[in-house]
Structure formats: structure tokens, C-alpha cells
């Protein structure tokens, strides 16, 4: 079975420039998880979908911070303009749906602001 | 924000031996989990607690929850190189919002 897949791996940017991560989950899986994780900290979620609908977005900054999920199943988060302190891990998850607790994380995508 | 906190930030310890690292949280909660995190596999989901448990265990693993003090402990026994991560713990899931933990760093010498 194919995991979480995230892309891309790593990414530099210049601050103010837009950049945009992309998360593919487990096939079948309706619950699907945005985490930011700086470096020695916990991942924090950012947003929360169920199918297609943004249930938990109370974390996401949402003046710079977008994100989408379309058609259920995969997923974009976006920042424009990007900031120095955006520089983290942005890690996606995805989990069956009707409350399991079990999440699957994706690599993660490394973000480095200049 | 972070709901738990891991004691200690960072573990040595030689292989063979046990790890024990220890999880405080701040509010009322339905059940805990444990992650590991490492350059290898990423962010895997070890074990789960509910509320109403006091003890599980999972091949080496044992975990402790005390809800009268908010706090979890996770047990490593005969621990491998291969254990060498980061282990976070989770309060949350579900249909409820997951917040980690702070993370303890845990280096197996071979």
C-alpha cells in the first residue's frame, strides 16, 4: 500500500514569494491533516479536511495561508508571501475517517525562507 | 500551541538497555498516543491509550497513563539502535483536534 506523498521534498525560497506544497493520501482515506513541525517542536496542526471540507482551520494564518482539497482527495497548501518565520517542516497526514485516531504521515516538506 | 510536554528533551542510553521518557498534558482527555519520529520513516503512530486504561503494552513498548496527574510514560525495553528517534506524545484524535507534544530525543549507542 502506497503512503502519504508529499511534494516537493525541499524547497528555498526568497521571502515574499509564493510557494505551494502538495500531499497525496492513502487512497480511501476521507481525513486529511496539514502540520507545520519546527525544528525540536511537535508538529502543530495547521488545518483539518474530511472529504473535502476544511473542518478545523482555527491554526491556519489565514491572511498569508491558503490551502485546498478539491475533490476529496488530494491537497494543496499554499503561502503567498512567504515570511522568514514560515522556514519549517510542513508535514500532511491522512487517516481512515469515523474518528480514527491513527494518523499517516507523509516525508514532509522542508521549507527554507531566504 | 504545544499540549504536552516530554521529560527529558534528550536520552542516551547504550543498546540493550531500557528508555523511559515521561508526557505531562494540561487538559482533560478521551485517550494519548505516542509517536516516533526518524529521518528514515518519518512520523509513526506507536501506541494508543484511552482514559479508562492505566497500562498497555505493544512488543517492547509500555505505556502508563495517569489522568489523575496528566501524565503518560512510555517504555522502551531492550532498546536497539533502531530506536534512536524522536518520540512524541498526542493527546486528541478522532473527530477532536491532535496536539503533540514537545518531543524526546532518544540516542541508542550501539
Known amino acids: 500500500e502506497a503512503g502519504v506523498v508529499q511534494s516537493p521534498r525541499y524547497k528555498i525560497i526568497e521571502k515574499k514569494q509564493p510557494v505551494a506544497f502538495w500531499c497525496n493520501p492513502i487512497?480511501?482515506?476521507?481525513?486529511l491533516y496539514w502540520y507545520l513541525q519546527n525544528l525540536g517542536q511537535g508538529p502543530e496542526l495547521l488545518i483539518r479536511y474530511e472529504n473535502e471540507e476544511a473542518v478545523d482551520d482555527s491554526q491556519l494564518p489565514k491572511d498569508r495561508f491558503s490551502a485546498e482539497r478539491l475533490k476529496g482527495v488530494d491537497s494543496t497548501l499554499k503561502i503567498q508571501p512567504a515570511e522568514l518565520g514560515d522556514s519549517a517542516v510542513y508535514l500532511c497526514a491522512s487517516s481512515p475517517g469515523g474518528g480514527s485516531y491513527e494518523q499517516y504521515f507523509g516525508p514532509g516538506t522542508r521549507l527554507t525562507v531566504t | 500551541s504545544q499540549q504536552g510536554e516530554e521529560d527529558p528533551q534528550a536520552l542516551s542510553i547504550q543498546e540493550g538497555e531500557n528508555a523511559t521518557m515521561n508526557c505531562s498534558y494540561k487538559?482533560?482527555?478521551?485517550?494519548l498516543q505516542w509517536y516516533r519520529q526518524n529521518s528514515g520513516r518519518g512520523l509513526v503512530h506507536l501506541i494508543l491509550?484511552?482514559?479508562?486504561?492505566r497500562e498497555k503494552h505493544s512488543g517492547r513498548l509500555r505505556v502508563t497513563l495517569d489522568t489523575s496527574k496528566k501524565s503518560s510514560s512510555l517504555l522502551i525495553t531492550a532498546s536497539r539502535a533502531a530506536d534512536t528517534a524522536s518520540y512524541f506524545c498526542?493527546?486528541?484524535?478522532?473527530?477532536?483536534?491532535?496536539?503533540f507534544g514537545t518531543g524526546t530525543k532518544l540516542q541508542v549507542i550501539p
Open positions: 491509550i484511552r482514559s479508562n486504561e
Open positions: 498526542a493527546t486528541g484524535g478522532g473527530y477532536q483536534k491532535v496536539t
Open positions: 487512497s480511501g482515506h476521507n481525513t
Open positions: 487538559t482533560s482527555i478521551n485517550n
